[in-house]
């Protein structure tokens, strides 16, 4: 085991998987190469603080001291444009070869293309990267009207940022509410209650025919139904496609991402991938699912290394997620798909509640919208297998704590029976 491992990917996962091998007491090589020209950073404040601050600085993951203090060969502008799956073998652009013994794939995922005309107009962007984050950052400062299509956390995001500059925001959804995929409707009906008093608008169930432009730069969207939104800026999020080329064209499983199995080993078991690319069988519902997050990123690469280093576990971790969007901080634990009813803490007036979502008596996962104590507890719910009854979720947190630390005490005397 001479060439060690190759990390492809300087986002969040790759960062800390080559800080997880070194942590493991992983002594080989470890390459990691981005092919951004970047130190790599955090990307969750792109869509807020960096865009409307024109003063605002990325936020490195790791200082450049870690890379060299930790034997880390960190290699920024680099792009691989083959796997050698038999040699174990990576083929640079621009030539060259990268020998692994164990390769990890971080390859993440990339804004979907808009399909439609005028969407190679200048001042049609999508977020993903610092470049695109300064796009919008420089081009917000002298457009007063912005469209955004897509109705997820992004765009979200996105709208609430730049219409607290002041700017004017309209976003179209073609389905027919917000966040459809990804809370329940009656988070996503409160968030579109805060954001339409705001003074953004809010267009669901409408689609765009075409951008149109003048002189090569956009100027309005057009909707299908003949509406004409004007914009100096159309922002697009309308979801991500991860990026499994590579992997494809090393013959590696491919299903709605790079399938791995409970270790993040791949069809070849010295490639592992991990992170937006990844396509796993979730311990938690027992079916395939493909997360987009920091914390299944970064959960995953702890896990890789772990592999990498001989130890067996097997991937458990309970998911979360996070996006502030003007004034309310959504948390989201567990999956919640296949949930049948639940249970609301909280006012919803008060801009503070929860709603707990279970599938007969199995508590599935609680989206939280500035309640974080009940978002953290949560968290410890779900690791734990606790599923509280509706009665116990409303004598609120206290209740539920001692509920949960009633549960935890029994446990051992469960396993022995």
């Known amino acids: 085991m001479k060439n060690g491992v190759v990390i492809v990917g300087a986002g969040h996962a790759g960062v800390q998987a080559a800080a ?34 024109a003063e605002a600085k990325p936020q490195p993951l790791r200082g450049g001291a870690f890379y060299t203090g930790s034997a880390i060969d960190y290699r920024p502008g680099v792009r691989i444009d083959r796997i050698d799956a038999e040699r174990r073998s990576l083929d640079v652009a621009g030539g060259g070869a990268l020998a692994f013994d164990h390769l990890i794939l971080a390859t993440g995922s990339r804004p979907r293309i808009l399909p439609l005309p005028g969407s190679d107009l200048s001042g049609v962007l999508s977020l993903r990267s610092l470049a695109d984050a300064r796009l919008i ?6 457009s007063d009207e912005v469209v955004i299509l897509g109705g997820g ?7 609430a940022t730049l219409r607290a500059a002041g700017r004017t925001v309209t976003v179209v959804e073609a389905l027919d509410r917000l966040l459809g995929r990804a809370v329940a409707p009656v988070v996503a009906g409160h968030v579109r209650q805060r954001l339409e008093a705001t003074g953004v608008r809010v267009l669901t169930g409408t ?13 309005a969207a057009m909707t299908s139904s003949g509406e004409r939104l004007p914009a100096r800026m159309v922002i697009v999020g309308i979801g991500a496609v991860p990026n499994v080329e590579l992997a494809q064209s090393a013959g590696l499983s491919i299903a709605n991402g ?8 791949t069809s070849a078991p010295e490639i592992l991938a991990i992170g937006d690319a990844a396509s796993y069988r979730h311990w938690f519902t027992g079916g395939d699912v493909r997360l987009e997050s920091v914390q299944n990123a970064t959960d995953q690469a702890r896990l890789a290394a772990r ?8 991937y458990s971790a309970v998911p979360w997620f996070w996006s502030d ?35 007969g008596d199995r508590l599935l996962g609680i989206e939280s919208v500035n309640r974080p104590g009940d978002h953290m507890l949560g968290r410890k719910m779900l690791g734990a297998g606790f ?10 947190p206290e209740g539920l704590k001692a509920a949960l630390a009633a549960y935890q005490d029994m446990e051992p005397v469960k396993a022995s029976a």
């Open 20 to 53: 997880s091998l070194r942590e493991d007491g992983y002594d080989g090589p470890v390459i990691l190469v981005g092919d951004e020209n970047e130190l790599p950073y955090h990307k969750p404040p792109l869509s807020k603080t960096f865009i409307k601050d």
């Open 137 to 142: 950052r420089e081009l917000s400062a002298r």
């Open 153 to 159: 956390f992004i765009g979200l995001e996105i709208a």
């Open 207 to 219: 689609s765009i025919a075409r951008l149109e432009g003048e002189n090569g730069h956009v100027t």
């Open 258 to 265: 790079i399938r791995v199995d409970h270790q993040m080993r």
């Open 307 to 314: 592999t990498i280093t001989g130890h067996a576990d097997a």
């Open 325 to 359: 969007i003007g004034d309310m901080k959504l948390q989201m634990v567990g999956l919640t798909a296949g949930g049948d009813h639940h249970v609301v803490l909280g006012d919803l007036p008060d801009n503070k509640f929860s709603i707990y979502h279970y599938a």
């Open 387 to 396: 599923s509280p009854t509706p009665e116990t979720i409303a004598a609120g």
